[in-house]
C-alpha cells in the first residue's frame, strides 16, 4: 500500500479501505459455504441478540421484570412505532418478520463499534441485499394476495385520476420506483451507511493509534484529538445504527401497507 | 446474481472490482440467510408468542383485579348501607327504651310514694285506735276506783255495810252524775 511506503518506521498508518470488507475465508475455503470473518461477526450477533431474547422470554411472568422488561420494551417499540403508526391493527401479521427484520438489523449493525469485531455485519452486500428481496417479495405477495395480481399492477401502474396519455410516461416510472429502486435503494442506503462507518471509525482510530504511538512528539497531542474524534464517531455509529434498522423496518412497513391499500 | 468464491474480477488484494462490489458472493448470502432465518424462527415461533402469552395473561390479570375490586366495592356498599340501617334501628331502640324506662321509673316513684303514704296512714289510724282504746281503759279503771273509793269512804261515815245491791246502784248514778259533770266543764271549756 502507497501509504505504509511513507512511513518509515513502525507499522505505519493502517488506511482504512476496502479491503476491510473482503477478508480471508475462516472455514470451508474453496466451497460454497466459505466461511469468513464477516460471517463469524454474523453468527455471533445473531446468536447474542437470539440469546438475549430468548432470556427475556424463558419463563415470561405476568408482572415483568429485568430482561422480560427489556424484551417487551423492544418488540413494543417495533409494535407502536413501525406497525402500529404505519399500518393500524391489521398489521400485526407482519410482526414476527417486522421484528426480526429491525433486530437482524439492528444487532449486525452494532457489531461495527462492538470491539474485536469492528465490523457491521451489513456493511457487505449480502446482508442489505438479501434483506431487501425478502421485504420486495413480503410487499408484492401482500398486495397481490390482497387484490390479485391484474388489479395490484394496474393500481401500481396505472395510478387513477391521470389523462391516458400520461400513462406512456407514468407507467415505466411507476414500475421502475415500485419493483427496481425500491430494493435497490434499501440495500444501498444500510450497506453504504454502515461501511461508511466503519471507515470513519477505522480513520479515526488509526489515526490516533499512529500520531500518539508512532509519529514525531510534535504530532502526538493531534492524536488526542483522533482519539476523541472516533469516540464521537462511535456515539454516532450507535445513532446510525438504531436508525438505519428503523429506517429499513419502517420502509419494509411502508411498503406493505402500500401495496395492500385499495388506492397508490 | 453471485460473484465467484474468489473471483476472477478481484485484483491481489481480494477486493472485487466495478459491479462486482454489489454482487454479494454466495456464501455470504447463505451465512447471513442461515442467521436470518435462525432470528426469525426464535422470534415467530418462541419470542413472540410467549410474549403474547404473558400479555395477554396480564391483561386478564387486570380485567379480573378490576372486576374483583368492583365486586367488592359494591359489596361495600351494601355493607356499609346495612350498618347504617342497624345504626339508625339502634339508635331509634334506644330513645324507646330509654323514654320506656324513663315512664316505667316515673310508675313505680308514683307506686312507691302512695304505699308509703298508705302505709303512713294506716300507721297512724292505728295508733289513733289504740290511743283512744286505752284511753277508754283508764277511764274505766279510773271510774271503778273513784267508785269503790267513795264507797269505802261513804262507809266510813255511814258507819254501816249497805246492802250491796244498792251501794252499787248509787255509786252508778254518782259515776254517771260525775261523768255528765265532766263532759259540760268540757263542754265549756
Given amino acids: 500500500m502507497p501509504t505504509t511506503d511513507l512511513i518509515a518506521e513502525g507499522e505505519g498508518f493502517h ?3 476496502l479491503v476491510d470488507f473482503f477478508p480471508p475465508a475462516i472455514l470451508f475455503e474453496g466451497t460454497p459455504f466459505e466461511f469468513t470473518r464477516v460471517n463469524m461477526i454474523q453468527v455471533l450477533m445473531t446468536v ?3 440469546t438475549l431474547f430468548i432470556l427475556a422470554f424463558r419463563r415470561p411472568q405476568v408482572v415483568p421484570r429485568g430482561l422480560q422488561n427489556i424484551g417487551e420494551l423492544a418488540v413494543n417499540f417495533v409494535q407502536t412505532y413501525v406497525i402500529d403508526s404505519i399500518m393500524g391493527e391489521k398489521g400485526r401479521r407482519y410482526l ?7 433486530f437482524f438489523i439492528l444487532a449486525l449493525n452494532l457489531a461495527g463499534i462492538v470491539p474485536g469485531l469492528n465490523l457491521a455485519g451489513t456493511s457487505v452486500v449480502a446482508v442489505p441485499a438479501m434483506l431487501a428481496v425478502i421485504s420486495w417479495l413480503v410487499f408484492n405477495i401482500a398486495g397481490i394476495r390482497k387484490h390479485g395480481f391484474g388489479q395490484y399492477m394496474k393500481v401500481n401502474l396505472f395510478p387513477p385520476g391521470v389523462p391516458i396519455p400520461v400513462y406512456i410516461l407514468l407507467t415505466p416510472i411507476e414500475f421502475l420506483s415500485t419493483f427496481i429502486l425500491r430494493p435497490i435503494t434499501l440495500t444501498i442506503r444500510l450497506l453504504a451507511n ?10 479515526f482510530f488509526a489515526g490516533a493509534h499512529y500520531l500518539l504511538l508512532e509519529a514525531d512528539w510534535i504530532l502526538r497531542p493531534l492524536g488526542l484529538g483522533a482519539a476523541a474524534m472516533g469516540l464521537g464517531v462511535t456515539a454516532f455509529e450507535i445513532l446510525i445504527s438504531v436508525l438505519q434498522a428503523y429506517i429499513f423496518t419502517l420502509l419494509t412497513a ?6 395492500e391499500s385499495e388506492s397508490h | 446474481m453471485t460473484r465467484e468464491t474468489n473471483p476472477q474480477a478481484a485484483e491481489d488484494d481480494g477486493v472485487p472490482e466495478g459491479i462486482d462490489l454489489f454482487l454479494p458472493p454466495f456464501y455470504d448470502i447463505f451465512w447471513s440467510a442461515v442467521c436470518f432465518a435462525v ?7 418462541y419470542v413472540l408468542p410467549k410474549m403474547k402469552t404473558a400479555l395477554d395473561a396480564r391483561s386478564e390479570g387486570i380485567e379480573q383485579k378490576l372486576e374483583q375490586a368492583e365486586r367488592e366495592r359494591n359489596e361495600a ?15 331509634s331502640d334506644a330513645a324507646q327504651i330509654r323514654a320506656e324506662a324513663q315512664a316505667e321509673r316515673q310508675s313505680i316513684v308514683t307506686e312507691a310514694r302512695t304505699e308509703a303514704q298508705e302505709a303512713a296512714s294506716a300507721v297512724a289510724e292505728r295508733a289513733e285506735v289504740q290511743l283512744s282504746a286505752e284511753a277508754d281503759r283508764v277511764r274505766n279503771v279510773l271510774a271503778r276506783d273513784v267508785g269503790r273509793l267513795a264507797t269505802d269512804l261513804a262507809e266510813k ?4 255495810t249497805l246492802d250491796e245491791q244498792k251501794v252499787s246502784a248509787t255509786v252508778d248514778r254518782f259515776i254517771a252524775d260525775l261523768e255528765s259533770v265532766a263532759a259540760e266543764e268540757q263542754e265549756t271549756r
Fill in chain 1, 96 to 102: 414476527p418478520y417486522l421484528v426480526t427484520l429491525f
Fill in chain 1, 194 to 203: 454502515m461501511m461508511a462507518g466503519h471507515l470513519m471509525l477505522v480513520l
Fill in chain 2, 157 to 160: 261515815i255511814v258507819g254501816e
Fill in chain 1, 48 to 50: 447474542a441478540i437470539a
Fill in chain 2, 39 to 45: 432470528l426469525f424462527w426464535i422470534f415467530w415461533k
Fill in chain 2, 77 to 91: 356498599h351494601v355493607l356499609l348501607e346495612q350498618y347504617r340501617e342497624q345504626l339508625a334501628e339502634a339508635r
Fill in chain 1, 15 to 17: 488506511t482504512p479501505s
Fill in chain 1, 254 to 259: 411502508l411498503y406493505i401497507a402500500g401495496a
